[in-house]
T-cell receptor, first 113, second 114 residues
Framework: AQSVTQLGSHVSVSEGALVLLRCNYS??????LFWYVQYPNQGLQLLLK??????LVKGINGFEAEFKKSETSFHLTKPSAHMSDAAEYFC???????????FGRGTSLIVHP | DAGVIQSPRHEVTEMGQEVTLRCKPI?????LFWYRQTMMRGLELLIY????????DSGMPEDRFSAKMPNASFSTLKIQPSEPRDSAVYFC????????????FGQGTRLTVV
């Protein structure tokens, strides 16, 4: 069985500040991990994914995430928040043989001017 | 490719009416998923298909919900009869075969049952 826990349903930062969105996973086999972003009234789109090639994964819009097996974490970061980053962010896990991702509850990122 | 296409984008219907949501997946994708998104429950997987065959419908909330995929380029999600608690955003997504492939989502259908 696989599962994802996103800590914090809302995260609020100032423009220019560091963004840190937390994701912990549970999987009985080596996982594949994804971060998606959802802008208002739109579907989810892929930000980045971990496929075991490298533990630090770079995605679109300046986001990156680091896979830490010992901590079963895949936290999403961005050095400097922009107003346009305000959205809902979802972490998802898939694991060997399972093409079906399991999504977390999502974290709403709020960016203040 | 135009991506996953869903229709309609918005649907308002009266309680008891039949509602049909439509989805065209990305050409060549083997998997098709239907999700429901609400504030209370987040993103829930309702059902998924592999090569047009329903594989797991354990997420379908009640017998009022049904889904079909008559061919590789079209799927429907039907609710009959609809109830106010069915109000949500329904997403269709597709993905190609492969362990680390991501799902591609449509824009969603916002359903309101009054």
């Amino acid at each position: 069985a696989q599962s994802v826990t996103q800590l914090g349903s809302h995260v609020s930062v100032s423009e220019g500040a560091l963004v840190l969105l937390r994701c912990n996973y549970s999987s009985s086999v080596p996982p594949y991990l994804f971060w998606y972003v959802q802008y208002p009234n739109q579907g989810l789109q892929l930000l980045l994914k971990y496929t075991s090639a490298a533990t630090l994964v770079k995605g679109i819009n300046g986001f990156e995430a680091e896979f830490k097996k010992s901590e079963t974490s895949f936290h999403l970061t961005k050095p400097s928040a922009h107003m346009s980053d305000a959205a809902e962010y979802f972490c998802a896990v898939g694991s060997g043989g399972s093409y079906i991702p399991t999504f977390g509850r999502g974290t709403s990122l709020i960016v203040h001017p | 490719d135009a991506g996953v296409i869903q229709s309609p984008r918005h649907e308002v219907t009266e309680m008891g009416q039949e509602v049909t949501l439509r989805c065209k997946p990305i050409s060549g994708h083997d998997y098709l998923f239907w999700y429901r998104q609400t504030m209370m429950r987040g993103l829930e997987l309702l059902i998924y298909f592999n090569n047009n065959v329903p594989i797991d419908d354990s997420g379908m909330p009640e017998d009022r919900f049904s889904a079909k995929m008559p061919n590789a380029s079209f799927s429907t999600l039907k609710i009959q009869p609809s109830e106010p608690r069915d109000s949500a955003v329904y997403f269709c997504a597709s993905s190609p075969r492969g362990e680390n492939t991501e799902a591609f989502f449509g824009q969603g259908t916002r359903l309101t049952v009054v």
